[in-house]
Structure formats: C-alpha cells, structure tokens
C-alpha cells in the first residue's frame, strides 16, 4: 500500500541533544512538508521540499534542520538550538505538477518529549 | 495572504444529534478547501474537499460540507453524530494559483457524549 512511514511514534530526548525524525513515502509524490503541532494551535510549518536537493523555509524554521537527497525521504532534525521541542510532528507529501490543489496526504506523525 | 479561523475550540455534543462544525476563510482569489479530521496520536485524514463545480461536498461517513463565497465559509455539518466521530477537525484552504501551501485553522475538538 501507497503511504507515508514517520518513525519513532515516539521519543524522548534529553536537553541538549539532537534527535532526527524519519520520513519516507512511496507515492511518488515531488513536494514533502513537516509541520508541528500543538495543542491549540493547529498546524504550523517548518520546512517544506518541492524537488530533490531543495527546501525551503516555513513559518517556524528556526532549531531545526532538513535535507532531501531522495525523492522518498525528507528526514527532520531538530537540534538542540530549538528552545520548545516537545510536541507532535507531521509529515505529509503531495503532487506538485499540474493541477496541483495543495491536498495534503499525511504520515501518522512522532511525538517528541523532552525530558 | 490566506488564512482560516475556526470559530469554536471545543464542541459537545450528545449522540445522534447534529453537528456544525464553523470555518471561515480570507484569500483574494479563488480557494480550494478541505477538512481532515484527526484521531488521537494519529495524523490528519482528508474528510472532504471543495475544489469546483458543486457547493455541497460529501464525505463517505455522512459529513457534509457547502461552499459559500459570499460569507467566506466552508461550514461542516453531521445530522446524527456517533460515538466514532469524536475527533479534532481541521479546515484548511488554498489560494488557486498561488505558491504557498495549505494554510490550516487552529482545530476544532468534537466530542460527543453518550
């Protein structure tokens, strides 16, 4: 089955250290995207991947770090710099040639703890 | 710029009765719109989507959708909830032809109570 596969489910890391978050999907989709959440907030995004080799910047970029060397896979680090690092992290892919509508195809998402 | 406001955090509701759901939207052009529903430590699951064409959308579950431009909205309505619709949704929408990605509402929790 097409999907998409974010490992751990679960985390915990102590202050101080780095963590890198797995993403990987095999729907031959372009565009990959990493999004935090938190309770009340909804879903805000971090950094986002329309082609292999490139990223760009989201709305909370900062303490953390990307990088896509492969179509199926954008893995997220977030790096000690990042001041509030628990929370619920989603990944997603979508189409990105044309007729694009933006809809979102979701993995089942880590959730990290600081301890 | 777009942007989505959920007017209500937090909805109760007992079984078998009905439900709405608020979302209301700003772009200046013409928007695509989606609602995902999320169960707990799960990610968000497309429920429907508005892309043209007709204004009330269906999900296979019995949910239900319309489409208004002249207020903004893309309400999500339910005439008889369960106990297994208990869940957050999220509206989200998208400016056709712009660059930026989804922009999502901040949730809205739906329990519904036996």
């Known amino acids: 089955d097409g999907g998409i596969t974010q490992s751990p489910k679960y985390l915990f890391r102590k202050e101080g250290q780095n963590v890198t978050l797995s993403c990987e999907q095999n729907?031959?989709?372009?565009?990959m995207y990493w999004y935090r959440q938190d309770p009340g907030q909804g879903l805000r995004l971090i950094y986002y991947?329309?082609?292999?080799?490139?990223?760009q910047k989201g709305d909370i970029a900062e303490g953390y770090s990307v990088s896509r060397e492969k179509k199926e896979s954008f893995p997220l680090t977030v790096t000690s710099a990042q001041k509030n690092p628990t929370a619920f992290y989603l990944c997603?892919?979508?189409?990105?040639?044309?007729?694009?509508?933006?809809?979102?195809?979701f993995g089942e998402g880590s959730r990290l703890t600081v301890l | 710029a777009q942007s989505v406001t959920q007017l209500d955090s937090q909805v109760p509701v007992f079984e078998e009765a009905p439900v709405e759901l608020r979302c209301n939207y700003s772009?200046?052009?013409?928007?695509?719109l989606f609602w995902y529903v999320q169960y707990p430590n799960q990610g968000l699951q497309l429920l429907l989507k508005?892309?043209?064409?007709?204004?009330l959308v269906e999900s296979i579950n019995g949910f239900e959708a319309e489409f208004n431009k002249s207020q903004t909205s893309f309400h999500l309505r339910k005439p008889s909830v369960h106990i297994s619709d208990t869940a957050e949704y999220f509206c989200?929408?998208?400016?056709?032809?712009?660059?930026?990605?989804?922009?999502f509402g901040s949730g809205t929790q739906l329990t519904v109570l036996p």
């Open positions: 997603a892919s979508s189409i990105q040639r044309g007729g694009n509508t933006g809809e979102l195809f």
């Open positions: 729907l031959n989709h372009d565009a």
């Open positions: 991947s329309q082609i292999v080799n490139d990223f």
């Open positions: 772009s200046s052009v013409s928007v695509y």
């Open positions: 508005y892309l043209s064409g007709s204004t």
């Open positions: 989200a929408v998208r400016s056709i032809g712009s660059a930026r990605q989804l922009t």
